[in-house]
């Protein structure tokens, strides 16, 4: 958790906001059900995009994504 500490400061966020946030654990179990989900579903980085139930991974630019989009409507 050290290291999301380190990278808020160095993003400039509201690092006592943050850290409060962080070390409160709000989030925590639906960050784990998301990352299992991913897991269960070949996500094994970021980012990652589902259209239509197929995974896009990486960064892909906007026209691979219009054409997939394209593709499904026809």
């Known amino acids: ?7 808020a400061k160095e993003l ?8 409060s946030c962080l070390d409160s654990g709000k989030y925590a179990q639906k960050v784990k059900k ?10 094994n980085g970021t980012p990652a995009t589902f259209i239509n139930g197929q995974i896009v991974s ?9 054409q997939i989009i394209e593709s499904l409507l026809n």
């Open 12 to 19: 400039s966020l509201n690092s006592e906001k943050f850290n």
């Open 34 to 43: 998301d990352a299992q989900e991913g897991a269960q579903k070949g996500v």
């Open 58 to 66: 990486g960064a892909v630019p906007y026209e691979s994504f219009q």
């Open 1 to 7: 958790m050290n290291n999301f500490k380190q990278w």
